[in-house]
T-cell receptor
Framework: DGGITQSPKYLFRKEGQNVTLSCEQN?????MYWYRQDPGQGLRLIYY???????QKGDIAEGYSVSREKKESFPLTVTSAQKNPTAFYLC????????????FGQGTRLTVV | KNEVEQSPQNLTAQEGEFITINCSYS?????LHWLQQHPGGGIVSLFM?????KKHGRLIATINIQEKHSSLHITASHPRDSAVYIC???????????WGAGTKLIIKP
């Protein structure tokens, strides 16, 4: 079955460490997205990619980095420069075009201690 | 003003009640999604709509493209329906997803 997989579901890291969140899709989708959610808040766009080897900053890109070396994969690195990394992170993917469905990962809850 | 507005922000109801959650948007869209987020964070996609109405079990989603409005209905609500329900639209200009802030639903037994 096609789908989008985020791992792990829960992640704990020490302050000052970089951490990479995984997002893989086997849907042949061109576009992939990373969002962040803080308690009681809506989801905000961190980075998105519409094609391999290209990505764009979203609204809150500072302290994050991404790569898109393969169509299937869009890993997000939370760097030590991110001041408040503890949050829920959601990956999504979609085809370009009208009326097309987006697919969503289960999310990763990152806690930095 | 946010491009996607949900109402109400919070909703508490008794088991068995008919529930309606609303989503209004101000941009041109190619699709609208309803998602469910349980405590602990996992997100489940409920519906994708580009027109009309969809039904899945006790859940019904409708969209009115002219009025730029969608509703999510839950019939015979149950405590296990307690979750945050989120509306997200896919913009037709750049295909980006714009999210509503979510509606926190609590169903009391």
């Amino acid at each position: 079955d096609g789908g989008i997989t985020q791992s792990p579901k829960y992640l704990f890291r020490k302050e000052g460490q970089n951490v990479t969140l995984s997002c893989e899709q086997n849907l042949n989708h061109d576009a992939m997205y990373w969002y962040r959610q803080d308690p009681g808040q809506g989801l905000r766009l961190i980075y998105y990619s519409q094609i391999v080897n290209d990505f764009q900053k979203g609204d809150i890109a500072e302290g994050y980095s991404v790569s898109r070396e393969k169509k299937e994969s869009f890993p997000l690195t939370v760097t030590s420069a991110q001041k408040n990394p503890t949050a829920f992170y959601l990956c999504a993917s979609s085809r370009q075009g009208m009326g097309t469905e987006a697919f969503f990962g289960q999310g990763t809850r990152l806690t930095v201690v | 003003k946010n491009e996607v507005e949900q109402s109400p922000q919070n909703l508490t109801a008794q088991e068995g009640e008919f529930i309606t959650i609303n989503c209004s948007y101000s941009v041109g869209i190619s699709a609208l999604h309803w998602l469910q987020q349980h405590p602990g964070g996992g997100i489940v996609s409920l519906f994708m709509l580009s027109s009309g109405k969809k039904k899945h079990g006790r859940l019904i989603a409708t969209i009115n493209i002219q009025e730029k409005h969608s509703s999510l209905h839950i019939t015979a609500s149950h405590p296990r329906d307690s979750a945050v329900y989120i509306c997200a639209v896919k913009k037709d200009s750049n295909y980006q997803l714009i999210w509503g802030a979510g509606t926190k639903l609590i169903i009391k037994p």
